[in-house]
């Protein structure tokens, strides 16, 4: 069964300072991958995808990430954060037809 | 082009009574998913609709049901309501295996 796990629960960073956040996947087959964000009681936005192709994926908000399938995994990063990028950042797979496998999440908190 | 909307967005209810929760789905999409997204969680796959048959279900017990109609919007029933089964139900929509796009949810407490 495809998973993903998600090493960090929650992340601390100072505004405009870089942020990694980690995501490793499981799969024996083609993955598909997604970044979503959720801020405080809404639905999830999605930040960028993977699907084939170029291994950077960039997305919105100055987020990218990296897919490595040697290492499976596929980081999210974003060179310079801001206060508004505090929220919940979801790692999820695409087991077919859109059936989202999603991680247990990253409490992204950016400071001043 | 309207968005996916979930109602209500909020409901309190009592154990052991059944709850029904609604979802439109984004124009143009035949997809509807729903996702069981416990406090402090990630989102849970309960089950999918396609053009109006059931499409996968995950790990949820039988008092878990769904419907999906002509216009492609679609309902969750929780029959016999327990504790656990407090969270935010997010629905999600796509046009077949294309991106899905993910309504705001309803908040469900069970006490």
């Known amino acids: 069964a495809q998973s993903v796990t998600q090493l960090d629960s929650q992340v601390p960073v100072f505004e405009e300072a870089p942020v990694e956040l980690r995501c490793n996947y499981s799969s024996s087959v083609s993955v598909y991958l997604f970044w979503y964000v959720q801020y405080p009681n809404q639905g999830l936005q999605l930040l960028l995808k993977y699907l084939s192709g170029s291994t950077l994926v960039k997305g919105i908000n100055g987020f990218e990430a990296e897919f490595n399938k040697s290492q499976t995994s596929f980081h999210l990063r974003k060179p310079s954060v801001h206060i508004s990028d505090t929220a919940e950042y979801f790692c999820?797979?695409?087991?077919?037809?859109?059936?989202?496998?999603f991680g247990t999440g990253t409490r992204l908190l950016v400071s001043p | 082009e309207t968005g996916v909307t979930q109602s209500p967005t909020h409901l309190i209810k009592t154990r052991g009574q059944q709850v029904t929760l609604r979802c439109s789905s984004q124009s143009g999409h035949n997809t509807v998913s729903w996702y069981q997204q416990a406090l402090g969680q990630g989102p849970q796959f309960i089950f999918q609709y396609y053009r109006e048959e059931e499409n996968g279900r995950g790990n949820f017990p039988p008092r878990f049901s769904g419907l999906q109609f002509p216009n492609y919007s679609s309902e969750l029933n929780v029959n016999a309501l327990e504790l656990d089964d407090s969270a935010l139900y997010l629905c999600?929509?796509?046009?077949?295996?294309?991106?899905?796009?993910f309504g705001q949810g309803t908040r469900l407490t069970v006490v």
């Open positions: 999820a797979v695409n087991t077919g037809f859109q059936k989202l496998v």
């Open positions: 999600a929509s796509s046009y077949q295996d294309t991106e899905a796009f």
